[in-house]
Nanobody
């Protein structure tokens, strides 16, 4: 079994920063890609950023230059540094990981979500 625990959300003023963390634990053989998604009220969940095991990153256009995704493979942790936050960044942020479990089965797991609210 694999568990994801997210932290770092909260309420901030526009222009400020937050850093999200997601720790992956459990019966893991290898973590492939890691990413962050978000879902605002009344909207579909959307991809924010991803990072491969080798460190290659990708971002949705609206966060490029403001958000940075990173990972610490030794700690099985992925981070999302969010700078210059805007009210439109308000959403529940979800961690997503693509892993090979201890039984070498490839699966995708989701975190429980952490609320980010940006006040104007």
């Amino acid at each position: 079994q694999v568990q994801l625990v997210e932290s770092g959300g909260g309420l901030v003023q526009a222009g400020r920063s937050l850093r999200l963390s997601c720790v992956v634990s459990g019966s893991i053989f290898f973590i492939n890609a890691m990413g962050w998604y978000r879902q605002a009220p009344g909207k579909q969940r959307e991809l924010v950023a991803t990072i491969t095991n080798g460190g290659s990153t990708s971002y949705r256009d609206s966060v490029k230059g403001r958000f940075t995704i990173s990972r610490d493979n030794a700690k099985n942790t992925v981070y999302l540094q969010m700078n210059n936050l805007k009210p439109e960044d308000t959403a529940v942020y979800y961690c997503n990981v693509d892993v090979y479990t201890a039984s070498v089965t490839r699966r995708t797991y989701w975190g429980q979500g952490t609320q980010v609210t940006v006040a104007s």
